[in-house]
């Protein structure tokens, strides 16, 4: 059984929206919201003591710093990962496939071959037609629902669930 679909740059960015935020992340995006909150209190103190240029650059520094770490790093890190990939295989799009046989999991991104155990599935997270298969590494697997060639997603999670 094989899920098959095409990769382009909105797809990429796309998962970025879909990833769940977990562990260090959720940590990262805590203390990026603290470091903002610090630098909305220094402007507050600058505005009504005054301060010098290199205060007043600092508190500039910890909103906008907050701000893109929180919402606009993961969307331009993708959008960065579509690059290298598309520049790697030299094509604007590529077909991903990712087969699942008796023995393995196979993801073919264009000409580009990775094999997996089953017993690295860490989690299944099921979000409306995407289904995020969780690596042991971290990894995250994207596969569609209406993308299964020669099967469905059913019998698919019950060969993976059997597997693990």
Request: charged letters at 25%; proline letters at 2%; glycine letters at 4%.
């Amino acid at each position: 059984m094989k899920n098959e679909y095409k990769i382009t740059k909105e797809e990429m960015v796309s998962w970025a929206k879909k990833m769940p935020l977990r562990g260090i992340n959720i940590v990262l995006i805590i203390l990026w919201g603290i470091v903002g909150l610090i630098g909305i209190s220094l402007f507050v103190v600058l505005a009504q003591n005054g301060g010098k240029w290199i205060s007043w650059l600092f508190a500039v520094y910890c909103v906008f710093a907050s701000i893109f770490k929180i919402f606009f790093e993961r969307f331009i890190a993708a959008s960065n990962r579509y690059k290298m990939l598309s520049k790697t295989f030299g094509v604007p799009e590529w077909t991903r496939t990712i087969e699942f046989t008796e023995e393995e999991i196979i993801l073919t991104d264009h000409t580009s071959l990775t094999r997996f155990q089953y017993h690295n599935v860490k989690e299944i997270i099921e979000k409306e037609s995407l289904i995020l298969l969780v690596m042991n590494n971290r990894l995250v697997l994207p596969l569609y629902k209406d993308a299964f060639v020669e099967s469905n997603w059913e019998t698919c999670k019950e060969r993976i669930a059997s597997k693990r």
